[in-house]
């Protein structure tokens, strides 16, 4: 029963970080950092840190084996892709309608 208990201490831990990195998050969001692009990098970084904590510890990645943790590399790596050709084709200023 103890065992028990020590688990779901730890997550109420972590369900208050979230509660927690999402005051901040809503704190950060009234406070100008001089650009819009500094706001969107802020946001996106808490945005980050809260859904690793949801996927390491709710969804128990924490003790998941290597090959779980090269499939996630390869996810990212080919999502920072598809948002860097985004940004180009974005940017891309040759065409002309």
Do not use: C, P
Request: charged content about 10%.
């Amino acid at each position: 029963m103890e065992h028990i208990r020590s688990h779901l201490r730890f997550y109420w831990a972590i369900f208050g970080a979230l509660g927690v990195f999402t005051l901040i998050t809503v704190g950060v969001a009234q406070i100008d950092f001089g650009s819009h692009a500094n706001n969107f990098a802020i946001g996106l970084l808490i945005a980050t840190v809260k859904a690793a904590l949801v996927a390491l510890f709710f969804m128990h990645l924490w003790g998941e084996k290597k090959l779980i943790y090269r499939i996630l590399a390869f996810t990212v790596f080919f999502a920072i892709g598809l948002f860097a050709l985004s940004l180009l084709a974005y940017f891309d200023h040759t065409h002309t309608f």
